[in-house]
């Protein structure tokens, strides 16, 4: 939403699930970052996830004070959508935008986000970045720091494709309890590889930090569809047993 000062916050709104034959849905509760009055930069909700407690998440793209680059901003509330951290998690990284596009949840109540994040004076461009933190909003050391160029924080893995910009889409976790208590993810997105096959739908089991390093059990496949025609992926799914990952978007024909 828009409030008085022209800036965008997130507006989170909490409904009754039996709507009534007429009239709008019953509003249950309903939850602003930042606060009313708080408020003198940009702050975009894009994805919401809801866990087996009533808890609820959300993750965005938010400015910071004094800054007009954008960062991760991911925040949990109870079911009546009250704070639960103590304050948001923030991901930025080299001072440079840094925007989210999905959330998934582990059932021990670790949060998965990815997006796209530029990777400053790096030279990388955009990178698709995932960000793991633990039930305390905290970034997770169950993923570790990774010996490649920009490296240094846990609970981060950074994809580049060394030709061009690299941007998340949607990511997915298992569904089931995971017997390896590992935190398996797969996330998808549009990468560029280069002149010869433009744009490609790019897929990552556990994140890849630089272009060539895949975490434990990790992988990353790319799909073009034929020369240099642009595919762009748009969304990713996987099955109960986590053994097969589907994954579409458009490319020409």
């Given at each position: ?137 905290n970034l997770s050391t169950a ?38 208590g590992v935190y398996h993810v ?51 799914s996987v099955d109960d047993l ?12």
């Amino acid at each position: 939403v828009t409030d008085s000062t022209g800036h965008t916050r997130f507006a989170t709104y909490k409904y009754k699930a039996d709507f009534p034959e007429a009239g709008p849905p019953l509003k249950q509760a309903e939850a602003f970052y930042p606060p009313p009055g708080f408020n003198d930069r940009e702050h975009r909700a894009v994805a919401i996830a809801v866990d087996v407690y009533g808890n609820v998440y959300v993750t965005g793209a938010a400015q910071r004070p004094l800054s007009n680059n954008y960062d991760y901003l991911t925040i949990k509330y109870n079911q009546n959508l009250v704070p639960m951290w103590s304050s948001p998690a923030w991901y930025d990284y080299a001072n440079a935008d840094d925007k989210p596009s999905d959330i998934a949840l582990f059932l021990d109540g670790s949060v998965v986000v990815t997006g796209t994040s530029h990777g400053g004076d790096s030279g990388t461009g955009d990178d698709i970045t995932t960000v793991l933190y633990d039930p305390n909003g905290n970034l997770s050391t169950a993923w570790p720091v990774l010996p490649e160029p920009g490296a240094g924080v846990a609970g981060v893995r950074r994809y580049d494709s060394a030709m061009g910009p690299d941007s998340g889409v949607e990511l997915v976790t298992p569904r089931l309890a995971n017997p390896e208590g590992v935190y398996h993810v797969v996330v998808t997105g549009t990468s560029y590889g280069g002149a010869s096959t433009n744009f490609d739908y790019v897929t990552l089991r556990n994140g890849i930090f630089g272009s060539s390093l895949p975490a434990a059990g990790g992988w990353v496949s790319r799909f073009n569809s034929a020369g240099a025609n642009a595919d762009h992926c748009a969304g990713i799914s996987v099955d109960d047993l986590f053994s097969a990952v589907m994954v579409t978007g458009r490319s020409p024909h």
